[in-house]
């Protein structure tokens, strides 16, 4: 097990120069009765997205109590591998949006298997080896302030976004955002997965560099920079975070030559303690009940967008399988980085 | 047609046993069938997905570039879609420069990669999981890096056991279908070639008991066998009832006469009250019970020279021993110690396929019918004409009349056995024991007096 731990340690120092010493939750919360032992349930989705959904699991399942921790995507990476090494896990559920560190962590044997018909149910897209299972339906979005674009500019496809990039207006002048991919998993998932659709990443990498774009960091951070109006437009924004009633002036657009959509990945740890709860709340999670509740949080869209002008053909869920490994490598990484900054002049 | 379900002391059925026969077969047929099945789909699964293990190997190879003076690897997404070809299984790559250092993927030392160009498989273990793994060698020669670069690519098994499996299982449906037909067939087969001996059982249960005649023969070649075995017993039953019918009817009938002349010879004794006359009734009486013992001996001669005739074993004789044997037991002197007896043989073996007993029976009774109706010196000779061995009793007197020698082919004649004679019965005798060694009694007047012959086909070859 040490090539992995040699491994996890070369891909932390790689990916996390700035935050390598941020390795706690970034909040913690319980859900299900106060006292008694609860499932460890660590995840990257913001505990107020996912709050009410876990209040209806442990309110259907009377015996169980979730303490819910909230990570970074690169820090639950790294935690969860120390875990794995170690050979037991604090964690009995990993829930993820860094889908390609899940791959990893589960090629590497770190998963407990599980088949239940509601897991069996998933399309072969959404699930792997049964030990690692898309629960969400989220997709990536371009995101714009409603008073800072005018309507004639608001980019329904990339080639627009990469049009108004090399207009050089100074209206768009570093007024462009995006993930910082080194500090966001999920990030660099996104700009993975656009790259593999060569072509366009290309010249949207040129048009970031022209445009002198941001790459800053967390979904909220940005929705809340084009809200008020710090940013005019962000792109590759996870489309589940933006609330419209809490976010005003933001506009919503599905790309319509293609669509991103993540699909968060659920792990169970082979050596965690309540695999049982974490069981029963994978198969919750994928009840009719359950994802009632998804789909309330924004987790959970159906493929029709409301932007009905993107065709569900365009809709490019991201695979749960071993092809996302390519997007850990050590090399690749950091030619894809190399690239990245190269682009954002860093 | 009633048909008895389970006869006692029969095996089990044929059906039965064909059935648990081919099953037995079709089972060990269908292990040695899954066994193979398994080892071919294991080889199958093998080479299909070493292919793409050395595909994927091979692509990341290619994808290795020299810049600054450093090999470097831009890890291809074709090799994992095609790794990914085993949808669930686990992917182990590595890629390692000339002193083994790790350039990119997995670390940990692998013992088994080479440094060969040609592509080396080999089996190891991924965490706990067994897998494969191939490691190829690329060899730079560049002015800025010289050396080799080796990769290694691992994937876990799944997806080659769930090939062999369903290689197997199909292999077994095929199997399992192919014997189920066969056994199918088994069955109707068996049914069909059963139905002939059902059909003679039913023939059999259904049959008048006193009906002996052959059954119809029309069966396969097996039963038919049987049906010839049954219909030969049935034939020899038959003359052996019918004998015994004759035997009964005939003594009933020729008893009844001469018992009823002694009841009534003894009523006349017992009223009779002068001495003389009843002396001469009793010596009357005398000789009617001295006649009737040999009628009796005569009986029984005939019913056991007809039961031997058909039961005794037919062995190869000489008729002059048979003749000879009955001139020198000299029984014919105490019926007529007056006459004159003389034995006619040739010096050459006669040879016939009989029983001596019977023949023996049949020539003491043509003698005896000599001595007592003939006249004159009797000869007894055994001759050999043609094809025919005759074995012949002949007196000097004239024999019977015409009409008596036309009778002479019933059983029996009822008017020489009411008088206490047994010319006819003795005839009967040497004519039935003729006919049972496929010959026949010849009787006729010669120029020197009255012969009777039993001729007898000659045994063919002398062993």
Known sequence: MTRFMMLVSALIAAALPAFAQQDGPEARARFGPADGPAMVLRSTTDITVLGPTLQDFTARNPGIAVAYEQWGSNALYEISWRDCEAGQSRADAVLSSAVHQMVDLVNSGCAGSYRSSASAGLPAARRWRDQ?????????????????????????TRFALLDLMRRDEPRYQG???????????????????????????????????RARAVATCCSAEIIKGVSQGEYAIAYNVLG????????????VIWPQDYTLMLSRAYMIPKSGEQAYSAQKLLDFLLSGPGKEDLRAAGLLVSGEPEDSATPASALHTIAISPVLLVALDRQKRAQFIARWRAAFGR | MSRPAVIAGATASLKRRVISGVLALLLVGGA??????????????RESYDRLLLGAANDIAEAISIQNGAPVVDLPVAAFQLLALAPDDRIYYSVRGPDGAVLTGA??????????????????????????????????????????VTVIVGQTLR????????????????????????????????????????????QLVGRDPHDLTPMETQVPAEVAVMVGAMNRFMARLDRQVAAMRNLISDTAHQL????????????????????????QILTRLQRRTRSLGELLDQMLSRALVIHRTDAARRVPLDLRDVALDVIESRDHELVAPSRDVVLEIGEEAVMVMADTLSLSEALRNLLGNALKHGAGRVRVGVTQEGAQACLWVEDSGPGPSAEVLERIGERFEKNAASVGQSAGLGLSIARAVAFAFGGELKLGATGQGFRATISLPMQEEQI
Do not use: C
């Open chain 2, 107 to 148: 670390t940990g030392p692998l013992a088994q990669a080479g440094q060969t160009a040609t592509p080396k498989f080999f089996d190891s273990k991924m965490g706990d999981e067994n897998a494969r793994f191939v490691s190829l060698a690329r060899r730079f020669a560049e002015r800025s890096f010289s050396g080799t």
């Open chain 2, 159 to 202: 997806a080659r056991t769930e090939m062999a499996l369903g290689l197997t299982r199909d292999a077994l449906i095929a199997a399992a279908i192919g014997g189920i037909a066969l056994l199918a067939a088994a069955v109707l087969v068996i049914d069909r070639a059963m139905r002939p001996l059902r059909r003679i059982a039913d």
């Open chain 2, 32 to 45: 040695v069938a899954a066994l193979a099945a398994f080892g071919y789909g294991r080889a199958a699964a």
């Open chain 1, 240 to 251: 589940s975070y933006v609330n419209a009633r809490r976010d005003p002036n933001v506009g």
């Open chain 2, 256 to 279: 009844r006469t001469p018992v009823a002349a002694l009841r009534v010879q003894a009523e006349l004794a017992s009223a009779e009250e002068d001495d003389a006359r009843r002396e």
């Open chain 1, 175 to 209: 007024k462009i955002a995006t993930y910082e991919i080194e500090a966001s998993g999920l990030g660099y998932l996104f700009a993975f997965e656009d790259s593999l659709e060569a072509s366009t990443f290309g010249a949207l990498m040129e048009g970031f560099s």
């Open chain 1, 132 to 156: 690692l299972w898309g629960v969400t339906q989220e997709p990536a979005v371009i995101i714009y302030n409603t008073h800072l674009v005018p309507p004639q500019d608001v980019p329904h």
